[in-house]
């Protein structure tokens, strides 16, 4: 297996609602990325867990809550979101996180979020 | 901190014609550098990296790069493009301090018939 697989594909929630996306590897990838991309933008780094710990916080607002239960799993929980929130959100893995060991990420399709 | 720019937004380009995408790069220290294509809808797709070793670099797709220390440059080269290749691309660097990898604002290119 050498994907990532992101769930759903498409959300559409408004701005009181609570919602998680999901993302899933089994490649053994001990690092995992979540990024935001909005239209015509280069993706943005949000958060990197490894080993299941949370190593950055790119300053994101705490209405985007992230948690990673096993090694092969990243969830991205949501809660009273923005309209402009509303972006595409990927999730992204790579071997292990550090100096040294940058093989290059592999990312999930994605989550095309819309806040209403 | 490292930082990398992709001089054009938008490359037109025929079809079977070749083609460049520019990047260039900067960093106080030594970097990894990759390419990485989003076709419409999709996430993005590793092309190609360079770690070290030989500054020509191939990958997928026919895709292939060259990374020039002295230009700060890493530019991608297609000899021949089909229309399948119509895609955003994407430059990106990360230094050996940590593994945060940074994208460049992106490249469409837009091959014509």
């Known amino acids: 297996d050498t994907e990532v697989t992101q769930t759903p594909k498409h959300l559409v929630m408004g701005m009181t609602n609570k919602k998680s996306l999901k993302c899933e590897q089994h490649m053994g990838h001990r690092a995992m990325y979540w990024y935001k991309q909005k239209a015509k933008k280069p993706p943005e780094l949000m958060f990197v867990y490894s080993y299941e710990k949370l190593s950055i916080n790119e300053s994101v607002p705490s209405r985007f809550s992230p948690e990673c239960p096993n090694s092969s799993l990243l969830n991205l929980h949501l809660h009273a979101l923005q309209p402009e929130d509303s972006a595409l959100y990927l999730c992204a893995s790579s071997l292990k996180f550090g100096a040294e060991a940058n093989y290059g990420y592999t990312f999930g399709s994605g989550t095309r979020l819309t806040v209403v | 901190a490292q930082s990398v720019t992709q001089l054009d937004s938008q490359v037109p380009v025929f079809e079977e014609a070749p083609v460049e995408l520019r990047c260039n790069y900067s960093?106080?220290?030594?970097?990894?550098l990759f390419w990485y294509v989003q076709y419409p809808n999709q996430g993005l797709q590793l092309l190609l990296k360079?770690?070290?070793?030989?500054?020509l670099v191939k990958g997928i797709n026919g895709f292939e790069a060259e990374f020039n220390k002295s230009q700060t440059s890493f530019h991608l080269r297609k000899p021949s493009v089909h229309i399948s290749d119509t895609a955003e691309y994407f430059c990106?660097?990360?230094?050996?301090?940590?593994?945060?990898?940074?994208f460049g604002k992106g490249t469409r290119l837009h091959i014509l018939p």
């Open positions: 990106a660097v990360s230094d050996r301090r940590d593994d945060k990898i940074i």
């Open positions: 960093s106080s220290v030594s970097v990894y």
């Open positions: 360079y770690l070290s070793g030989s500054t």
